[in-house]
């Protein structure tokens, strides 16, 4: 009796460890069931839609290496000139503001002083002086030859005829500064006004006077820029600098724009700053005169190109250091697990780890692994809710559903 139940507890033993083992490897497949999932996130039609999920492929595309880069836009020194009165004054009149349009020679403001007239005053005196002087300075020089004099007296009149003629050619270029007709002077038509002119056509960026100011010699009553020479400022790290060439395609954008203007380098800086970059000057291939200067760009220098596979920048989500992209799978798993559930049609997609390259255009080099099936789907749009909806997954446990 005793070997008999020694017999029956050991059966029941077995049975127990039996149905242990079964349980520890029902428990195996799910865990392994479970880290194959890790890698997909399911989405159902209403989760699809408000992804705003859309699908697309691998493409072959032309991308060339590129250089990143900032800059601005600027003017060459000859397409940007300071307006200043040359004896300074009193400004009787302008009527220009900043974005005002002049043209080359338009006088832009018209300026007044006592000085003005004293100096076309002199002018005169010494112009009529002069005559004298000459007439003098002529006799004195034949009675010279003839010895009728004495040489002194024909030095004197020399001297007092060439002081007074420096004078005067002295007061003629200062009041050819000051755009004074010498011709009208000359026949007793004196000026209380000067005009300043404009030396280029362009636009007023910057007004320093009003009406009624007095301004000093030194001082800038106005800024015109001339915006149909405008260039393109560009700040390369030195690192890069080995990498540039002259003619080499620039594409950059302005602040709040989408397309792609582009330039060609023209100069490469010669300098280092103190940040460690150098100034690169380039040419625009298409002027805008609704540009202006000093507005911040981004830009990218092209290198060499080559034909690669791409898919836009959005398709490409980050974490943890790597670089991802989703597919949309019809696997074994989906359709087991629509088997199982028995409910509406959901959307599976699978996160695949990637390396990217060169960026152009909104496109990007993607390096794929081996054995990747170029005709699969890719996630172009909404790739970033895929791998948030992961993660959140699984922090709380399982696959994404």
Do not use: W
């Not at 009149?93 to 007239?117: F, N, P």
């Not at 001339?226 to 390369?236: F, G, K, M, R, Y």
């Amino acid at each position: 009796m005793k070997i008999t139940n020694y017999i029956f507890s050991s059966l029941i033993a077995i049975v127990l460890l039996l149905g242990a083992c079964g349980g520890a490897q029902e428990e195996l497949k799910e865990e392994e069931h479970h880290d194959e999932a890790e890698d997909l996130v399911e989405l159902t039609n209403a989760q699809y839609k408000t992804a705003e999920i859309e699908l697309g492929e691998v493409e072959m595309r032309t991308i060339s290496g590129s250089i990143p880069a900032s800059g601005l836009l600027d003017v060459p020194p000859q397409s940007k000139v300071s307006i200043s009165a040359p004896m300074g004054g009193f400004v009787k009149s302008t009527d220009l503001l900043q974005g005002s349009r002049v043209e080359k020679g338009q006088v832009v403001a018209v300026m007044q002083h006592q000085d003005y007239i004293q100096l076309q005053q002199d002018y005169l005196e010494n112009i009529s002086q002069l005559e004298f002087l000459k007439s003098e300075f002529e006799r004195q020089e034949i009675l010279s030859k003839e010895n009728v004099n004495a040489r002194k007296s024909f030095e004197q009149a020399k001297a007092n005829y060439n002081t007074t003629k420096a004078t005067v050619d002295g007061l003629k270029a200062k009041l050819q500064m000051l755009h004074i007709n010498i011709e009208n002077l000359e026949k007793g038509a004196i000026q209380n006004t000067i005009n300043l002119y404009s030396p280029i056509s362009g636009y007023v960026t910057k007004v320093n006077t009003n009406i009624g100011a007095f301004v000093n010699p030194t001082d800038v009553l106005l800024e015109i820029v001339n915006t149909e020479q405008l260039h393109v400022e560009l700040t390369i790290f030195e690192k890069d600098v080995p990498l540039l060439k002259v003619n080499q395609r620039v594409l950059f954008t302005l602040a709040n724009e989408n397309t792609h203007r582009v330039a060609f380098v023209h100069l490469i800086g010669r300098e280092i700053s103190a940040d460690r970059s150098v100034q690169v000057h380039c040419h625009i291939e298409k002027q805008d005169r609704e540009l202006i200067p000093g507005m911040y760009l981004k830009a990218i220098v092209e290198m060499d190109s080559a034909h690669v596979s791409s898919i836009p920048e959005e398709a490409v989500v980050h974490f943890e250091g790597k670089e991802f992209i989703f597919i949309e799978t019809k696997d074994e798993y989906d359709q087991e697990t629509k088997n199982e559930e028995k409910q509406e049609e959901k959307h599976h997609f699978k996160m695949i780890e990637v390396t990217t390259g060169d960026a152009e255009l909104g496109f990007i080099e993607v390096k794929l692994p081996e054995g990747f099936d170029m005709d699969s789907k890719i996630v172009v749009s909404g790739a970033f809710s895929l791998l948030a909806k992961m993660k959140n997954s699984e922090e709380e446990g399982g696959h994404a559903h």
